[in-house]
């Protein structure tokens, strides 16, 4: 997260951590993040503009004023983290459309959104409501997702809590897959096996991807076998997103980048392969 300490801001500027304090308090700029134990978290791109109005005009009141018409540089999650701590959703809404100017959707979900989101501490009110900011526009987003381009269908067995940072990245993974022009179906990993042979033949997938941490090694298995029992492709390819199987034990399942724009690539990479049946 390009964010810092009240120290390193104040060393940047050439001033002292207290003199950082009575500009915010003054001026109200540069404004921090506060963390949950009350730390200020200073945007690493309003200092680096505060410094070089500094450097031009030699005079505070005027070095902020000139770095505030100047703005406060491109959407990044520090900023993102910001809005989320003051509970601002317009302000939200608007940083993520200033990164869609200079970024893909993937990149700006990679990026920019699920950082901001994770790097709240889980249990806090805003970390509730950046995790539902996050979840509704990854949604919306997922509404407007150019239809499939692709034949491979892609199943994914979602074994993440809602509103969780697993729940998040798997949304995020549905979105990269969609707008790879993938057939993608998401279902929860809490499904009995028994009745997923439906979807399964609908969908016929070329891929089973398992992610979030939820589940038993016991319960993905039984779905893993279920979903290639009902496929026609006997070479149904296995993969995990971000630790869905649990470390303890021998796996020849594939592991996926956590990043959800390199795991679309590895995934169309592996599709592309000669088919290689894994086992959980």
Same mark, same amino acid.
């Given at each position: ?84 701590? $003051? ?101 929860? $990993? ?36 279920? $979903? ?5 492709? $006997? ?46």
């Amino acid at each position: 997260m390009s964010a810092i300490r009240t120290t390193a801001a104040a060393a940047m500027l050439g001033v002292s951590p207290s003199t950082l304090r009575s500009w915010e308090r003054r001026f109200g700029f540069p404004e921090p993040l506060r963390t949950a134990g009350g730390h200020r978290h200073f945007d690493l791109e309003q200092i680096e503009a505060l410094r070089a109005a500094l450097h031009q005009t030699g005079d505070a009141a005027a070095a902020i004023a000139v770095a505030r018409s100047r703005g406060a540089g491109p959407a990044t999650d520090a900023r993102l983290g910001q809005a989320f701590a $003051a509970f601002d959703e317009p302000a939200a809404n608007r940083l993520l459309e200033e990164s869609l100017a200079l970024r893909s959707v993937e990149r700006t979900v990679a990026e920019v959104l699920l950082p901001a989101v994770c790097a709240l501490d889980a249990g806090l009110p805003e970390a509730a409501f950046a995790q539902r900011f996050a979840a509704g526009w990854l949604a919306a987003a997922m509404r407007v997702a150019p239809p499939a381009s692709r034949p491979e269908g892609v199943l994914v067995f979602d074994a993440g809590a809602p509103l969780s940072a697993d729940g998040l990245h798997a949304q995020a993974l549905e979105l990269a897959l969609r707008r790879g022009g993938l057939r993608t179906l998401v279902l929860t $990993a809490a499904l009995d096996p028994e009745r997923v042979g439906r979807a399964v033949r609908a969908l016929q997938p070329r891929a089973v991807v398992l992610t979030g941490s939820g589940a038993s090694l016991d319960a993905l298995a039984r779905l893993v076998f279920a $979903a290639r029992r009902a496929s026609a492709d $006997a070479d149904v390819a296995v993969l995990d997103f971000r630790g869905a199987v649990p470390a303890k034990g021998a796996s020849l399942v594939e592991r996926l980048p956590d990043h959800p724009l390199a795991a679309r690539e590895a995934l169309l990479a592996r599709l592309a392969a000669p088919a290689l049946r894994a086992a959980v």
